[in-house]
């Protein structure tokens, strides 16, 4: 019987660009175990490989036979039966030693659908049809260069007239702002000739350090690697213009997927690999071993483009006994990576592995216990361990150990048999007499609930929201207070708070039925029916999903996209244990559990909505919108596969929370509001609203549901918010704590104790801020003696009896508490942190801003000068913030969150200001601040659905009329600026000129026709749009003449959108939309028939139009558009000098109570 641990010794191969002699580490560390290896410092040692690769294999140093041979006649025993089904007796993975001189060739690994092709086509070349992603471990300082540059940056280096040539077209404006044209760019600095590629370094290098700007870098680097490989290698262009240049520290670690384009510098690394040998070569080698330009571009995907993705966390391992072991996670099944350094004397235990691992010591020395025997250990010792092996390591003076581990896919979950007819029938006679000894008659269609008694002692237990399989085990019981009992089962949970449950709920102890499981259900059988299909829209074939999953590949990808662009801001998602869950299922899509396949999907959707269009059909090859349609079906076939309105499956409760936040853009204010409310009392049925410690639940299960509570929580208000209801959660039923200012690595299943929490911010930093302004108001509502139910309501009660000096001071107290609390650790060049700053101080300013709102006052001629100061600084300040949010590089991945928080009313007021007042101070700079704004927001022009967005255009080109006016009339040579038409307005033009021709064809106004704001002829400040304002014959004929004097202009609007909410299903957004006719009314017009514009039209030319523009602003009219835009905002109420109204009051409170989640940054970072 073979040895379950084989001492091991290598050898090294002699590429060019490796270290000389002794200088390599790789040949050091091999001459320390390999007797028959003497290093010769004239040679070049450049990687030493200790997996069973046949180009490089190991051997046994006792015997000396071929390790791979050894696994052969020892398969099930060495490798495991599981693994070698699925790799045969082979190592899955290749961990190598990389001592690196000069860079390495520029190359890519292909995907496993292109290494398939490939193989297939050259075997010759392509050895194997595996695809090869890899990871590098730091042992020195190590450069590399990594993925493609963010598309700005190249933009900026694009505009040197250096490398313009390689540009598609040399015509002035080329944006590098997709995928598909950096690949021109590459391609054709590819095939740049060499007098072509000699002269473009020769002026790159010409160029100052001023104008490179944060590329200044390329000076240095450039005669280095002109010094390797020549001045007319062309990857010298390709990586110092279009790559990432990354330095990191030992200890560090990258990740590079397949198809990902890098090279390596210099440095000594441990690099792990999957078990393949395909590589594209295209520079930094002589041309003869280049590969095809076209083949390379081809198989380009794009998958890096910000500089810290490819950087792995180390995360404390779950195979490490005394937490001395951390572990890197590449998104791949075949690997991990754990890495153990430890102190003189000091031990650490690794827990048995389900599959192979090589392990080798980089530096110090100790002893090895493992298999029954002991090893010494030193520099350079190697050993091959067994899979099911537990590994026990001493320190002599220091020690560090490197090792490569398989992952083994979980098996899918087996379903559970069916009850029988006759035991079902059983046990329902049963239950039916409980109930009767209860004096509860079975047959009765009602039941009065009452308070419910207090529980037994739980058992203990040790759950995972994200586990998947386990084995079954006894269902646990834990106690609340006098109010409830939670039942816990397999990662499931139902809570119950009435005496009827109660009572029975002492035989379902016993009872494998405690809690309902949507797995049980066969396939073939018909779903029972719990409505999910209704509230969702019917979906075809609700049963056939396997088809809508990408492939494995794709999984992967939109994980990691998932990780880096959403998890960040939501949080309900425990990253280590998930991320072995989501690889495991990839094995076996037919067959995992619904709650896990809803998250998925939902995990898909969340992703593609968080990408660019570009950007989607780079990576994926297809439209964003056709990907967003099939992973958005998925999620609604596989939440109604789980039968998700009566789930007690934590994972799909989960899935939908992911999923609303995904569609929450598309969904209409009430369809989100009720939908919202669906998960909020899923969460409730589970016990979610109260804290797991006073549940008695393990740590780990009660963070991640203070997590998810919180979440839905801030969802459930800002939906509630929208629709104009009230907030759902009040404050008096639910007590579920703050989440803990922790990392996901701080936390795993079976942790016995909470998470130390951090005082420097952590992972959590962006929820955590949200949630700060909710915990800061209910303190302040205690101190007050306030108790409403409703926070809202309390917040407003509490609000309406303060002047507007009072609630600056609260204003105050809240920024003095979030710098101390959290700001003032946040570092700018951290993009999760700088987004807190972001979020954090442009909170205050918002809710500053509302409570000056100048709808306090009767007219705005009552406006103080020094209040419309501040109200025009705060305003402008607001839109520079959002600006500088879209500018910044490292906030891009965030953009779907910053869009969704865009302030309305600051830019509605500095348009409206600009319109009356056109000349003053900073009022020709903020032009160039409106014109940003639509730049980062071309919806506002192209999307001409939403009436407010035809309003907002309608103010701009007021506005615009107005500043044209100023300067006609300006003397020449006077001050005023001359600004020509910026090309928003232009453009706005254009869309008025061609929808004006086709108005005035019609003979008479339709229905559809409404006018975008109300003429200033009509506006006046805080008066009803109907009192006292007698309406043209255009606006009596827009609507019937009944429903004009029987309803208020929100009366009809809510009417009419009720009416619409009935005849479709919850789960699409309307296909009409409401508009604003003159009267103020709503009327829902078609998307593709009848004129949306004004049947009055106007000469571009024509300055009698302006006329009226000095009249007050109507924020009653803006307040019901901004309604119809599923917008926050208050209806204008009697105006007071000191405070505001009730409503406006309570709008304040409520952002106040979710955190006021309108990301905008006050500063610009350097």
């Known amino acids: 019987m073979a040895e379950s641990v084989i001492p091991l010794k290598c050898t090294c191969n002699n590429y060019p660009w490796g270290k000389k002699g002794k200088e390599s580490l790789a040949a050091r560390l091999c001459s320390r175990t390999n007797p028959d290896f003497q290093i010769d410092d004239s040679k070049e040692y450049s990687e030493m490989w200790f997996g069973t690769y046949p180009e490089l294999p190991s051997y046994s140093l006792k015997t000396g036979q071929d390790l791979q041979q050894i696994l052969n006649e020892h398969k099930d025993a060495l490798i495991g039966k599981k693994v070698c089904d699925k790799f045969g007796a082979d190592l899955p993975f290749l961990p190598k030693i990389l001592s690196i001189a000069k860079a390495l060739p ?83 600095m590819l095939k740049a000739d060499e007098e072509t590629v000699e002269s473009t370094m020769k002026e790159l290098q010409a160029t100052s350090k001023g104008e490179l700007g944060r590329h200044a870098y390329i000076l240095d680097l450039a005669p280095r690697l002109q010094d390797q490989y020549g001045v007319t290698d062309n990857g010298n262009l390709v990586a110092l213009v279009c790559m990432n240049y990354l330095v990191l520290d030992a200890g560090a670690a990258i990740y590079i997927p397949a198809d990902g384009i890098h090279a390596y510098l210099s440095g000594d690394i441990v690099e792990c690999m999957a078990r393949s040998n395909n590589v594209i070569n295209t ?77 080798i010591v980089t530096s110090g020395s100790g002893k090895l216990n493992a ?5 010494d250990l030193q520099e350079g010792s190697i050993f091959f361990v067994g899979q099911g092996v537990e590994v026990d390591y001493s320190a002599g003076d220091k020690l ?81 207070s006098a109010e409830g009992k939670l039942i816990v089962d397999q990662g499931r949970s139902r809570f119950i708070e009435n005496k009827l449950w109660v009572t029975v709920s002492e035989e379902l102890h016993h009872s494998k039925d405690a809690i309902p499981d949507s797995e049980t259900e066969d396939e073939l059988e018909t779903p029972a029916e719990d409505g999910a299909d209704f509230v969702l829209g019917m979906t075809s074939s609700p049963n056939q ?78 439209a964003r919108s056709t990907l967003q349609s099939r992973y958005r079906l998925g999620v609604r076939r596989s939440l109604t596969r789980a039968h998700f309105m009566g789930s007690s499956d934590i994972l799909v409760l989960q899935a939908l929370v992911i999923y609303l936040l995904a569609v929450r853009q598309e969904l209409d204010a009430r369809t989100l509001w009720t939908l919202a409310g669906v998960s909020s009392r899923m969460a409730q049925g589970m016990g979610v609203h109260r804290d797991g410690a006073v549940l008695g639940l393990p740590p780990f299960e009660t963070e991640m549901r203070r997590r998810l509570w919180w979440q839905i929580n801030l969802l459930d208000f800002k939906a509630a918010e929208l629709s104009g209801f009230g907030g759902f959660n009040s404050m008096r039923w639910w007590n579920t704590k703050t989440p803990s200012n922790v990392n996901d690595a701080d936390m795993w299943p079976g942790m016995q104790e909470p998470p130390v929490e951090h005082v420097r911010p952590t992972e959590m930093v962006i929820c955590l801020l949200h949630y700060e302004m909710g915990g800061f108001w209910r303190k302040k509502l205690t101190q007050a003696g306030i108790a409403e139910e409703d926070l809202s309501r309390a917040m407003t009660h509490w609000v309406t009896t303060k002047t507007v000096a009072e609630k600056d001071v609260f204003v105050d107290e809240f920024q003095a508490n979030l710098e101390e609390r959290i700001l003032r650790y946040c570092d700018p060049s951290v993009p999760l942190e700088m987004m807190a700053l972001i979020i954090g101080r442009m909170m205050c300013k918002s809710v500053r801003f509302m409570a000056h709102h100048p ?22 300040a607001i839109i520079e913030g959002d600006n500088l949010a879209h500018s910044h590089r490292s906030l891009q991945r965030f953009q779907w969150h910053i869009d969704h928080g865009f302030q309305w009313h600051a830019f509605i007021y500095v348009l409206g200001e600009l319109a009356a007042r056109p000349v003053g101070e900073g009022k020709d700079e903020s032009w160039a601040q409106i014109e940003d704004v639509h730049k980062n927001h071309p919806n506002f022009i192209s999307d001409r659905r939403k009436p407010l967005h035809l309003a907002i255009g309608n103010l701009c080109l007021k506005a615009w009329r107005a500043r044209e006016k100023a300067q006609a009339e300006s003397p020449s040579g006077g001050t005023l600026a001359r600004l020509n038409p910026p090309q928003f307005i232009i453009q706005l033009r254009k869309q008025w000129e061609a929808k004006a021709m086709n108005s005035t064809k019609l003979s008479q106004p339709g229905p559809s026709q409404f006018n ?119 209806a204008a109420g009697q105006p007071s000098a000191e405070a505001m109204n009730p409503a406006q009051l309570q709008f304040l409170g409520q952002y106040g109570q979710q955190g006021y989640s309108w990301p905008l940054p006050a500063y610009r970072a350097q």
């Not at 490939?118 to 993925?147: C, M, T, Y």
């Not at 298999?371 to 090893?375: A, L, N, V």
């Not at 007499?433 to 040790?462: C, F, M, N, V, Y």
């Open 106 to 188: 520029l190359q890519i690994h292909p995907d496993k659908r292109l290494s398939e092709k490939l193989h297939k086509e050259d075997p010759d070349k392509f050895s194997d049809p595996n695809h090869k992603p890899e990871i590098a471990v730091a042992l020195s300082k190590f450069e590399a260069f990594v993925g493609f540059k963010p598309h700005a940056e190249v933009q900026e280096l694009m505009q040197l007239e250096a490398l313009a040539r390689f540009l598609p077209t040399r015509a002035d404006g080329v944006d590098v702002s997709d995928d598909e044209l950096l690949r021109q760019i590459t391609t054709n």
């Open 283 to 359: 520079g930094f080698c002589p041309r003869a071993d280049r590969d095809s330009v076209d083949l390379f571009a081809r198989s380009l995907t794009f998958k890096q483009h910000d500089p810290n993705e490819p950087i792995l966390d180390r995360r404390r391992s779950e195979k490490s006994g005394n937490g001395k072991t951390v572990e890197f996670n590449p998104p791949m099944s075949e690997f991990n990576m754990l890495v153990t350094e430890l102190s003189g004397g000091e031990r650490e235990k690794n827990k048995p592995i389900d599959g192979p691992s090589t392990l």
């Open 371 to 375: 298999g029954g025997q002991e090893y």
């Open 400 to 480: 560090a150990v490197y090792r490569a581990i398989f992952r083994i896919p979980a098996p899918p979950r087996r379903r559970k048999r069916k009850s029988t007819e006759e035991t079902i029938q059983a046990r329902l006679r049963h239950y039916e007499i409980l109930l009767r000894e209860q004096g509860i008659d079975p047959a009765s269609p009602t039941h009065a609930p009452s308070k419910t008694e207090t529980t037994s002692t739980p058992e203990d237990g040790d759950q995972c929201d994200t586990v998947v399989s386990k084995p079954k085990e006894p269902v646990n019981w834990a106690p609340g």
């Open 545 to 622: 999903t396997v088809n809508l999953h990408p492939s494995t590949d794709h999984i992967l990808r939109l994980w990691q996209l998932f990780l880096t662009n959403v998890n960040p801001l939501v949080k309900i998602i425990h990253q280590p244990s998930m991320q072995r869950v989501i690889e495991d299922a990839t094995s076996d899509l037919g067959h995992i559990p619904r709650g896990l396949e809803a998250l998925m999907f939902s995990i898909y959707a969340a992703a593609i909505h968080s990408m660019r269009d570009g950007e989607c059909l780079a990576t994926f090859g297809e």
């Open 855 to 876: 709808r306090r006052y009767v007219s705005e001629k009552d406006i103080p000068e020094s209040e419309r100061h501040f109200l025009w600084a705060t305003s402008m």
């Open 1012 to 1130: 975008l704001v109300p003429q200033a002829k009509d506006m006046k400040l805080n008066e009803a749009p109907n009192q006292s304002q007698p309406r043209s014959q255009s606006q009596s004929q827009s609507r019937p003449q009944s429903e004009s004097q029987s309803q208020s202009p929100l009366q009809s609007h809510a009417a009419q959108q009720q009416q619409q909410q009935q005849q479709q299903s919850l789960a699409t957004s309307h296909q009409q939309q409401p508009h604003l006719t003159n009267s103020g009314s709503a009327a829902f017009t078609g998307t593709s028939t009848g004129s949306t514009f004004p049947t009055t039209t106007y000469s571009p030319n024509d300055f009698s139009v302006m006329d009226d523009l000095a009249m007050d602003m109507d924020w009653q009219r803006w307040d019901t558009l901004l309604n119809d835009f599923e917008m926050p905002v208050p």
